[in-house]
């Protein structure tokens, strides 16, 4: 990347007298015995991480605007490594567990280009890592293909509307009531020759006789229609689902083929709600599911605060997904001064017991170090309950961007739970790989963001 200012801090060698004296050390105490035994050989073992556009129809290409600084315990750099041509960076380690910190170059819509910049603390050489990167200006679209049409949904008259969505974007809607609903603008896009992605379409709310009624349909061929409306129609296939005394206001919806379908917003004094159960893809949708609860809001020398839990849960079964409960407990944190994250940049969230993972976010006001403009960066630090932030190090290559006493915009702090995973590597192995796992399917978080 062009904003490395000083060249790269080089591993020390280790000299053959130092190894030669380890080895007698070691076997030293053994009176001659022909017992002893040989320390074992070091192994080294290779770090991979592989970084990654992606364009709006899911189309991967090499992101090389990256490179990884390897780090010790104290998130000194012991070396910097910057990507291949494919997106690639890796490098052979003796450990088995490292720090290392990725600096990537980000830019959103009409922005200028700035930085994020990623900490992760003891996380697993043989992983293989990935990093999906945001650049709007360097996305190649070029193997995907968009169209953007109205759909006209064919239904049952209704009375009165509750809620049209979609699974794909779409700018309005009209006629709902006259037994035609039209959505229009919407978008769908592609990978050049590929499928179209699985989408739906529902309307719900009341019939000609003040019931409650919800009606949907699914589409998977946008080439059969090429005039300037698709028309599909729709299926009736809602039941009315009661739901358990005492639940918490959330929102929901329907995972199928990776796509979100259905949402819902559900309101604590719901007695029951209309679910799409029934259709040709029940078999295979998820639910997924969330509650969120404020639990402070204020402000303070610090600025504004604001602190607050959620409960997720994913589930085959709604019933079982629509049974978070967000803690309604504020978390055993300094509310005064906050002073879990200390000046010299180490942490300690241990008094939240049960939440093994903390990821402290910084927005950080940096200016570029050649025009000396604005430049938007954001360090993410993803490590235990209790630790040391890499910021509290210099960041080789970028020292005169951004340090410990970088001006901290926003500071937010999320400690995770989640009752699939076991321990910190779980937890770690999740975020490093980016994993489409398990791992959200019980998940309970708290949220501290201080905005100055």
Not at 149 to 170: G, P, Q, R, Y
Request: some cysteine.
């Amino acid at each position: 990347m062009n904003f490395n200012i000083s060249p790269p801090v080089f591993l020390p060698k280790v000299s053959l007298v130092s190894l030669a004296l380890v080895c007698f050390l070691t076997s030293c105490g053994s009176g001659g015995s022909s017992n002893s035994t040989s320390p074992k050989e070091p192994v080294a073992m290779t770090f991979s991480l592989s970084s990654v556009l992606v364009n709006d129809c899911g189309v991967e290409s090499p992101f090389i605007d990256i490179e990884l600084l390897h780090q010790d315990s104290n998130w000194q750099t012991l070396e910097v490594y910057p990507s291949d041509e494919n997106g690639v960076i890796t490098f052979t380690t003796f450990d088995e567990n490292i720090n290392y910190t990725l600096v990537a170059k980000k830019q959103e819509g009409e922005s200028v280009e700035g930085l994020n910049i990623e900490s992760y603390h003891q996380a697993k050489t043989t992983t293989m890592s990935r990093y999906i990167a945001r650049y709007d200006q360097k996305q190649d679209q070029s193997s995907c293909e968009c169209l953007i049409k109205d759909v006209e949904l064919s239904h049952k008259t209704m009375n009165s509307i509750t809620s049209v969505t979609s699974s794909l974007a779409f700018e309005s809607y009209d006629g709902v009531t006259s037994g035609k609903t039209q959505y229009n603008n919407v978008e769908i896009c592609r990978e050049i020759d590929g499928n179209w992605p699985l989408s739906s379409f529902a309307v719900v709310g009341t019939d000609v006789n003040n019931e409650a009624i919800g009606v949907a349909s699914f589409s998977d061929d946008f080439d059969a229609n090429t005039e300037l409306v698709w028309t599909l129609s729709a299926f009736d296939d809602t039941q009315e689902v009661t739901l358990s005394s005492g639940h918490q206001a959330f929102i929901s919806e329907q995972v199928i083929q990776g796509k979100s379908h259905f949402p819902l917003t559900v309101n604590e004094d719901q007695t029951s709600v209309l679910l799409f159960n029934s259709h040709d893809y029940t078999s295979e949708a998820l639910y997924r599911s969330q509650a969120n609860v404020e639990l402070a809001e204020n402000s303070s020398f610090f600025g504004s605060i604001l602190i607050a839990s959620s409960h997720s849960k994913v589930s085959p079964d709604a019933d079982v997904s629509f049974a978070v409960m967000a803690s309604t407990v504020t978390p055993d944190i300094d509310e005064v001064n906050f002073s879990e994250i200390k000046a010299d940049g180490s942490y300690d969230y241990s008094a939240v017991s049960g939440y093994p993972m903390a990821i402290i976010s910084f927005e950080l006001t940096t200016y570029h170090p050649i025009t000396g403009l604005p430049m938007p960066t954001t360090w993410s630090n993803y490590g235990p309950e209790k630790s040391l932030l890499a910021i509290s190090a210099p960041l080789t290559g970028y020292e005169n961007i951004v340090d410990i006493d970088t001006d901290r915009q926003v500071t937010d702090t999320v400690l995770l739970n989640s009752a699939t995973s076991n321990g910190y590597q779980d937890y770690m192995l999740h975020f490093q790989a980016r994993l489409a796992d398990d791992f959200a399917h019980d998940l309970k978080q708290y949220h501290i963001s201080i905005t100055r």
